[in-house]
């Protein structure tokens, strides 16, 4: 079994951003997990796109929302985040006097980087009237320079609260702006960013997939192309998308989203099938590389040595927390 002190442990995590050590393969870790939530007053918040055994042995399994409002709320003394960086930046601007550790710090997301924080400054600085709405798979530079944050599951809640007349830029993700440009018919200026995940989905190999399917629908997270929403049944944010499967009377489902959300699904509804809507290439590419950085071991690791931990700009922290105090007081007032 891995033991090394805390020291130690610091020295190890390498620049890859998580420890490197090895562990017994007779560890039972869902065992030794649960014995470190105790011991360290711990939480384990995790995202649909984590692997399965990470969401088997979750405190809290949700959608971005559902993540940061459990992170708002939590009285444990260390937030364990299974998710990507901005998420556990997100529980951690929520929670600057707790500490919260992420299995892998390396574990980014394309969307974020797609909108580095001094180009979205000179780009917001063009539209002076303008209100900022961002989503938040952006980073904490991009949600100081904003006015409100949503997520998948609210931004068209977000958009309608703000007076019809108020010029908005939409930030990060071009294909959710779109959207909700659709949506809402609000005329927003949006930055152009994608995540590298949600474009993959081939028109075509869908299309091929619903000839041999004809009973499945097709479900869609609004982070994909138009064109794949313009074929789905159903468009939604993870939660969503799970709780349409769950009430939808439908055997099958083509499921494009990136494919953790499956096991859920699979879970809430064994007798149904989930395919996932295929990539343009031969690829995993429907896996996000980033969220799949995360393992059970390093999430057992990050627990028991308590890195690597989420440290930030203090200042940094006060200034992106106003847009999400804005986020989920508005989704509050809509009871979500
Ligand atoms: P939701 O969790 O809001 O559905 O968004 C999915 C996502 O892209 C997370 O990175
Ligand atoms: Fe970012 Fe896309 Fe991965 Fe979500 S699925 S973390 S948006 S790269």
Same mark, same amino acid.
């Given at each position: ?12 995590? *390498? =620049? ?33 796109? $984590?692997?399965?055994?990470? $969401? ?46 992420? /299995?892998?710090?390396? #574990? ?17 600085? +063009? ?5 900022? %709405? @961002? ?10 320079? =904003? ?5 998948? *599951? ?6 309608? @609260?703000? /007076?019809?007349? $108020?010029?908005? %830029? ?23 960013? #994608? ?6 989905? =081939? ?35 993870? &939660? ?15 499921? #494009? ?8 699904? $699979? ?27 995360? &393992? ?11 890195? /690597? ?5 203090? +200042?940094?922290?006060? #200034?992106?927390?106003? /847009? ?6 508005? @989704? ?5």
């Amino acid at each position: 079994m891995a033991d090394i002190n805390i020291a130690a442990a610091r020295e190890k995590l *390498s =620049s890859k951003g998580f420890l490197d050590v090895a562990i017994s393969p007779e560890l039972d870790l869902f065992l030794e997990i649960g014995k470190l939530k105790k011991e360290k007053n711990a939480v384990i918040l995790a995202h649909y796109y $984590q692997e399965s055994d990470i $969401q088997d042995v979750a405190d809290f399994l949700g959608d971005s929302l559902a993540l940061a409002q459990q992170a708002e709320k939590t009285t444990a003394d260390l937030i364990v985040f299974a998710g990507v960086h901005f998420m556990a930046e997100t529980a951690k601007i929520l929670n600057p006097d707790k500490k919260v550790v992420l /299995p892998d710090l390396n #574990a980014g997301c394309s969307l974020a980087d797609s909108a580095p924080g001094y180009l979205f400054k000179e780009f917001k600085e +063009r539209y002076p009237d303008h209100l900022v %709405i @961002s989503y938040i798979n952006c980073s904490a530079e991009v949600k100081a320079l =904003s006015d409100i944050i949503c997520t998948s *599951s609210n931004a068209e809640k977000i958009i309608e @609260s703000v /007076p019809k007349d $108020q010029k908005i %830029i939409f930030a990060p993700d071009k294909n959710l702006g779109a959207y909700l440009i659709k949506k809402t018919g609000r005329d927003m200026v949006l930055w152009n960013g #994608a995540c590298m995940v949600h474009e993959i989905f =081939s028109l075509e190999k869908i299309t091929k997939l619903k000839i041999r399917h004809p009973n499945a629908k097709i479900i869609a997270h609004p982070e994909c192309e138009d064109p794949i929403l313009r074929i789905a049944d159903y468009i939604g944010s993870t &939660t969503g998308l799970l709780n349409y499967t769950k009430k939808d009377t439908s055997l099958e489902y083509i499921v #494009a989203t990136e494919t953790g959300i499956l096991h859920q699904m $699979q879970l809430a509804s064994p007798r149904k099938t989930f395919i996932p809507a295929p990539p343009t290439n031969n690829c995993a590419c429907n896996d996000c590389p980033h969220m799949k950085l995360n &393992t059970l071991e390093k999430l057992y690791l990050c627990m028991k040595y308590e890195q /690597p931990e989420l440290l930030m700009d203090p +200042r940094l922290m006060v #200034a992106a927390r106003k /847009p999400i105090d804005r986020m989920l007081q508005i @989704s509050a007032s809509y009871g979500l």
